[in-house]
């Protein structure tokens, strides 16, 4: 029988599998690389090929031109494939359009690589599929009993509510460009919200991705050509650092708003200046991260990337052989955009 670590173990360009000869979502260049999903911790530019959903090779094309790689490999959720002997599927993980997890199958051996995930609903892209393994390496942004997201849809139901009360001031809703504005946007469209929504220039590509995909966003307008003191009663997205800049100065008294699962702690919001904080993460919360382990009971479970002591400790209670896997590289998407560079990371107590 081979030991896990034969199949995957990390390294300093990422997890890698020797057997296969690829890294998953590698921090350095790398001959081969298969790729979770597209946000820029995960999907680099520079590798020799990659391997990742059809979805997932638009937007790093998107983002980093056409020539991010040397030979792109797309492949449908599902489909089995194979490099140089170990089987491969990409299962979706729910976290943004085109996210999967990594299934990896040797010798009687199925590993899987979550990367990031959630298991609550959404409208842009396919929700997490529970896969059995001996393995399952999870992701632990939210790895902590005080993260317990509420339900997205009631987040934006706060702020459709926050619109009829301040009619005469614009709302600015901070939202990572990738995944985040396309679900708010889309939450908003389900809660009945049918005026045009203004999105900030930088958004407009992958807002455009999303549409060619099959994510109706609606009527959308950009802010580019906009009046000073403009859209009372109106709802512009922007990328969370634009709601701090000269951006949100054209504004006349907006209401800020921020769409994060870091905004169910309230230093963060205080910090940031936000009025009207919306928890809405693409991150499972410490029971979505808990109910998948019970629900899949690998042998193993390796943790990484995030809060991993909270649920090492959680595994050492239920019974479930668990460890860290410590890989470096990875930030969360939200957290950068939310704390800055300057900011420690002992906010999670100070969380209610
Ligand atoms: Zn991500
Ligand atoms: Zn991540």
Not at 281 to 310: C, M, N, Q, Y
């Amino acid at each position: 029988m081979i030991r896990p670590e034969d199949l995957l173990h990390p390294t300093p360009a990422g997890l890698y599998c020797p057997p296969g000869d690829f890294y998953i979502d590698p921090v350095r260049p790398v001959d081969r690389a298969v790729v979770t999903h597209g946000h820029s911790d995960h999907a680099r530019a520079g590798h020799g090929a990659v391997l990742a959903t059809r979805q997932t090779l638009a937007i790093m094309a998107e983002r980093y031109g056409a020539d991010f790689t040397a030979r792109e490999q797309a492949v449908e959720y599902g489909e089995r494939t194979t490099l140089n002997g170990v089987e491969l599927r990409l299962i979706p993980a729910g976290h943004v359009l085109g996210s999967a997890q990594i299934e990896v199958r040797w010798k009687g051996l199925t590993m899987v690589v979550s990367g990031d995930y959630k298991r609550r609903r959404d409208p842009t892209c396919a929700l997490f599929e529970p896969i059995p393994c001996h393995v399952f390496i999870s992701e632990a942004t939210f790895g902590l009993p005080v993260f317990n997201h509420p339900l997205a849809e009631e987040e934006v139901a706060r702020l459709v509510r926050s619109l009829g009360q301040f009619p005469e001031r614009a709302h600015l809703v901070g939202a990572y460009a990738l995944g985040k504005a396309q679900r708010v946007i889309k939450l908003l469209r389900e809660a009945g919200w049918d005026r045009p929504i203004y999105v900030h220039g930088a958004m407009e590509r992958l807002n455009a991705l999303y549409e060619r995909e099959g994510v109706d966003l609606g009527p959308l307008r950009t802010t580019r050509d906009l009046l000073k003191g403009s859209l009372g009663g109106e709802v512009a997205i922007a990328p969370p650092s634009a709601i701090q800049d000269r951006w949100a100065r054209r504004f006349a008294d907006p209401v800020t708003a921020f769409a994060s699962g870091w905004m169910g702690v309230r230093a963060r919001a205080r910090q940031r200046g936000v009025e009207l904080p919306l928890v809405i993460s693409d991150h499972a919360d410490w029971t979505e991260l808990t109910d998948t382990f019970t629900e899949l009971k690998p042998d193993e479970v390796w943790i990484t990337h995030g809060r991993e002591e909270g649920l090492l400790r959680w595994a050492e209670i239920n019974g479930q052989k668990a460890r860290a896997l410590r890989l470096v590289g990875y930030d969360d998407e939200d957290d950068e955009a939310v704390s800055g560079p300057a900011e420690g990371s002992g906010e999670a107590t100070a969380a209610s």
